[in-house]
């Protein structure tokens, strides 16, 4: 089989990749490991950047999001009992999304579908050839069979445990990590969200988060230790725990039920350099993790195939390859500026094992500034609604 961009991994790097080229009229397969109910069934991220809403509407993609999705004109920060808005609107003049990558994700597939663009569900042991040369190829197996898909570049789109990035040489590959010592419990459950904006608490207990999906879908998540798993959580215990974490007002009011999906996610910050190698370049998570507490990942995933789209579509417009050979650096300028984002709020609203006395009240005392400082909100709404792409 020949395709123009062979793209590894059917998740939301891929599929929106794949839609914006097919929309160009450049020719593009899919190979992803899972099944398409499989990736439908992972719940992720909820909050859009309007740059990724603008990505959708530009692949053609975006109606049942105009539709269903909720604009978010700021969001609340809470500590202990204290609580404060940072208004996007009023600081930026911008908003985010509240649209889940589930449905994102169920949009995409739907569209590519319909499109008759060939998408290979069950793709095993994918390798990456030739990727430093000028033919490059992807062998993989389907019920045992190999196949071979010859193509002009590979998008490694395949997410952090993916096979992309380590297809490129340590040699030539620097990679960046943090591991946080916690992870994050999340609960779904069909009932009428705690407040109508998302709420970031700080709490002597730890961290908790109020989100939401839609009227009658709420997520929730509290910090929790890497050693707990989700069955160790009774529902009434996770209930109890994120009461104690959030305002008395709100806790008095959040209405609680039965879990629909429980899952503990662990914290890391993580970027690797260079993301492209030859003809292979990493999209999204296969180049960079943020932990949640920005609402980064899927953003800066976006923000990936932003760049990435534009230099294939300018290769295959008129052989100028400038955007191409830029792509690493323009990528990994915004991806830094993102992980420094995430990082500073994880650190703003977590509880750390080792914190000191010192610690917390550094902690406390930009909480108290950023409570009452307009920069300094500023700060904080700029990056949360999404630097320029
Ligand atoms: P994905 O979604 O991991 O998709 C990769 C796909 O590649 C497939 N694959 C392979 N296919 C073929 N061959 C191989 N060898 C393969 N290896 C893997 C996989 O099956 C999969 O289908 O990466 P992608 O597309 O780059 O998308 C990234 C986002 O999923 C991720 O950044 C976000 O979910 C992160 N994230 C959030 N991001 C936000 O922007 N806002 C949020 O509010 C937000 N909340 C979250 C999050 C991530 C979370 N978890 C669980 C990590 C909340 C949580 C709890
Ligand atoms: C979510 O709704 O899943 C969500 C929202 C905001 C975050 C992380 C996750 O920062």
């Not at 593009?28 to 909050?47: F, M, N, P, S």
């Not at 069950?122 to 069979?145: C, K, R, S």
């Not at 779904?188 to 002597?204: F, K, R």
């Amino acid at each position: 089989m020949k395709t123009q961009v062979a793209i590894i991994g059917g998740g939301p790097s891929g599929l929106l990749l794949g839609q914006l080229l097919h929309k160009q009229g450049i020719d593009a397969v899919v190979l992803e490991r899972k099944t398409r109910d499989y990736v439908l069934g992972r719940i992720r991220a909820g909050i859009l950047e309007t740059g990724l809403v603008d990505l959708m509407r530009r692949a053609g993609v975006s109606e049942r999001m105009d539709r269903e999705s909720f604009v978010h004109d700021g969001t609340v920060i809470s500590s202990g009992d204290v609580q404060f808005e940072i208004n996007f609107k009023e600081l930026t003049g911008q908003h985010v999304v509240v649209y889940g990558q589930t449905e994102l994700t169920r949009d995409l597939y739907d569209a590519r579908e319909a499109s008759g663009a060939q998408t290979v569900f069950n793709a095993e042991n994918v390798q990456i050839h030739g990727a430093d040369n000028d033919t490059p190829y992807v062998t993989y197996d389907v019920e045992g069979n190999q196949q071979r898909l010859d193509c002009d570049y590979v998008a490694g789109c395949d997410g952090f445990h993916g096979v992309s990035r380590k297809t490129i040489p340590e040699t030539i590959r620097n990679d960046y990590e943090k591991v946080y010592p916690f992870g994050w419990l999340g609960i779904l459950s069909e009932t009428p969200p705690v407040h109508e904006e998302l709420i970031y608490a700080n709490s002597d207990r730890g961290f908790a988060l109020c989100s939401m999906r839609n009227d009658n879908l709420s997520r929730y998540y509290i910090q929790c230790s890497l050693t707990d798993s989700p069955e160790d959580w009774s529902d009434e215990a996770f209930w109890d725990e994120l009461k104690r974490r959030i305002p008395a007002e709100m806790a008095d009011k959040l209405v609680t039920g039965p879990s629909i999906e429980k899952s503990i996610a662990p914290l890391r910050s993580f970027v690797t350099e260079p993301m492209r190698w030859g003809r292979l370049f990493l999209c999204g998570d296969a180049a960079h993790i943020v932990p949640p507490t920005g609402a980064k990942g899927l953003n800066t995933a976006a923000s990936d195939i932003h760049y990435l789209f534009e230099g294939l579509r300018q290769f295959y417009s008129n052989g100028d390859a400038t955007g191409l050979d830029t792509y690493s650096e323009r990528a990994l300028a915004r991806i830094w500026k993102a992980e420094r984002f995430s990082w500073w709020m994880t650190n703003l609203l977590h509880r750390f094992p080792e914190q000191s006395g010192f610690d917390l009240k550094m902690q406390r005392a930009e909480i108290e500034f950023l409570r009452s400082n307009r920069e300094a909100q500023m700060v904080l709404a700029q990056n949360y609604v999404g630097l320029p792409y």
